[in-house]
């Protein structure tokens, strides 16, 4: 009886272990699923786009990629190697490489000095690079480096540390830290060199902190929308620009007021954004829906969407107008060269109808978008029907609909403009 009481025993033992090693195995595939379900591209093709002109293959995982205006060079760090790839901007072709340490990630250049700014995250060191001579000249100890902006103007060099809550404020001649501020989670960072102000975002607060650069100095905070990532400038017209993550917008900030003044949707999950100053031209990373938005500034309009595969760190040649795309779980480069279309071609957007003379009953959107009019003024916009659904359940519009007099008198109660919009049919 002792004998078979033990075999019970030792089969239950057994007969559990079998369970706990199977459920294990379904648990880790199926986790790494998810894993490789993020890090993966999408099955979008961005090779059907005329706009995007070349994608470059790489080993391993990209990081950030920036641009020296001057010599046409662009680097892009990898992440599991440990180097920075240098390529041609002239011919899209990889022409040297150098090493740094692994879990490079940003990367910033000052055009004027020719110095190449590396963070290595978890090595806590920010590598100076001559770009002459592709050489390491020094290293410069921070906590978890991540985003980096330069002002070429003063040859200061501003980095975000999210673990830390810290920027650091590096000047370029001596290579040390001559002040650091604190921000909540600071993530994307952007200096105007013509003001010396400084942007950063803060996505815990859903907060843009704005320091000056030459008093060193907080001047302001300013509330945008959700998850506040990347952030952009331009320094012709000191506008900026700023992705908001989970609402899917781009907030416009005047950098003369310091206030909001315009909220551009874009696509799904937008993560990095920049500008071509010249043109006024603006792209948006969207990794939630694979593709780059294309904004014209003059109004806020987006007037282009182009397909790339989970795009997220992006930089811009403003003289050359290319455009260089990333994403941390993939190998590849996209390169886009976005021309705008002629005037035969291109839809304009409905402020610019409207002040052609065209009537609000006759404004026309591109295909996939919708006509809608905001319930506060009247103004017509296009959007996705995705968005122009959310934005009526919110009462802020009314989808294909100019509004009343006596309708605008109740554009302060949402409930009683969206009976109005279910009472015209839409």
């Not at 304009?348 to 006509?371: A, M, R, T, V, W």
Request: glycine share 6%; with cysteine; hydrophobic share 35%.
């Amino acid at each position: 009886m002792v004998y078979l009481s033990s075999n019970i025993m030792t089969f239950k033992l057994n007969f559990v272990c079998i369970v706990f090693l199977v459920f294990s195995m379904w648990f880790s595939y199926s986790y790494f699923d998810l894993i490789n379900s993020y890090a993966q591209p999408s099955s979008t093709d961005p090779s059907t786009n005329d706009s995007v002109i070349d994608v470059i293959k790489f080993e391993g995982r990209t990081g950030t990629v920036a641009v020296n205006q001057k010599t046409n060079i662009v680097y892009l760090t990898n992440v599991n190697s440990g180097t920075v790839s240098i390529i041609d901007g002239t011919t899209n072709k990889i022409v040297d490489v150098f090493d740094v340490e692994k879990s490079a990630f940003g990367i910033g250049v000052n055009q004027e000095t020719n110095m190449i700014y590396v963070a290595i995250e978890h090595k806590n060191l920010l590598y100076v690079v001559n770009g002459f001579t592709n050489q390491i000249e020094h290293k410069i100890e921070m906590n978890d480096p991540y985003d980096i902006a330069v002002d070429y103007n003063a040859n200061m060099i501003y980095v975000t540390s999210d673990r830390s809550g810290l920027v650091y404020a590096i000047d370029g001649d001596t290579n040390k830290i001559v002040s650091t501020f604190e921000v909540p989670n600071p993530c994307g960072v952007a200096v105007n060199p013509e003001t010396g102000m400084i942007y950063v975002t803060s996505e815990s607060t859903n907060m843009v902190h704005v320091i000056d650069g030459k008093k060193n100095e907080l001047v302001t905070i300013i509330d945008v929308s959700e998850s506040p990532r990347g952030v952009t400038v331009n320094e012709k017209t000191n506008t900026i620009f700023v992705t908001n993550q989970e609402s899917d917008s781009v907030s416009v900030i005047d950098g003369f007021t310091n206030s909001v003044i315009d909220s551009i949707d874009v696509g799904k999950d937008p993560r990095r954004i920049v500008v071509n100053p010249e043109s006024n031209i603006i792209y948006v990373t969207n990794q939630g829906s694979n593709d780059v938005s294309v904004i014209d500034a003059t109004d806020n309009s987006v007037i282009d969407s182009i397909p790339v595969n989970s795009p997220f760190e992006m930089a811009i040649n403003p003289d050359s107008n290319k455009v260089y795309v990333t994403f941390y779980g993939t190998s590849e480069l996209t390169i886009i060269d976005w021309v705008e279309p002629s005037p035969q071609e291109l839809i304009l957007p409905p402020k610019k109808q409207i002040k052609l003379g065209i009537s609000s009953d006759e404004i026309i959107c591109k295909n996939n978008f919708e006509l809608i009019f905001k319930s506060s003024d009247n103004s017509p916009a296009c959007v996705k029907p995705s968005t122009a659904q959310k934005l009526l359940e919110r009462g802020w519009t009314i989808s294909g609909h100019q509004l009343s007099e006596e309708e605008l008198e109740t554009k302060n109660n949402p409930r009683d403009i969206e009976v109005m919009a279910r009472g015209q049919g839409n």
